[in-house]
């Protein structure tokens, strides 16, 4: 079933400056070969779910195999016979917008 996730990936209670973690995370991430994209609080990921959801998986153990308390926030569209939701639902509101 095709799925679009937007998820965050986090360590738990080490510090101020969590970005050498996070990108170990998001390069997990963008090594799976399923499109995403990452933004400022969450990585997007769409595929299908088993797919996407060993990605999450994959991406959490990352931490959590260091003994790193991970905490992981998790949205999911999961919308049968649609594909490039990533992108297809940003063009709708641009569309709407005028290109604003």
Same mark, same amino acid.
């Given at each position: 079933?095709?799925?679009? $996730?937007? +998820? ?17 995370? +998001?390069?997990?991430?963008? &090594?799976?070969?399923?499109? &995403?994209? *990452? ?20 991406? *959490? ?16 569209? +999961?919308?049968?016979?649609? *594909?490039?939701?990533?992108? *297809?639902?940003?063009?709708? $509101? &641009?569309? $709407?917008?005028?290109?604003?």
């Amino acid at each position: 079933m095709h799925t679009l $996730i937007a +998820v965050a990936i986090a360590p738990y209670g080490i510090g101020d400056e969590l970005a050498p973690e996070i990108a170990e995370v +998001v390069k997990v991430i963008r &090594n799976s070969g399923l499109p &995403n994209r *990452t933004t400022s609080m969450f990585t997007e990921i769409e595929g299908e779910w088993d797919e996407v959801m060993k990605v999450v998986k994959d991406a *959490t153990f990352v931490m959590a195999a260091k003994g790193i308390r991970t905490e992981v926030v998790l949205k999911a569209d +999961v919308r049968p016979g649609f *594909t490039n939701m990533m992108n *297809t639902k940003v063009e709708k $509101i &641009n569309d $709407i917008l005028g290109g604003q």
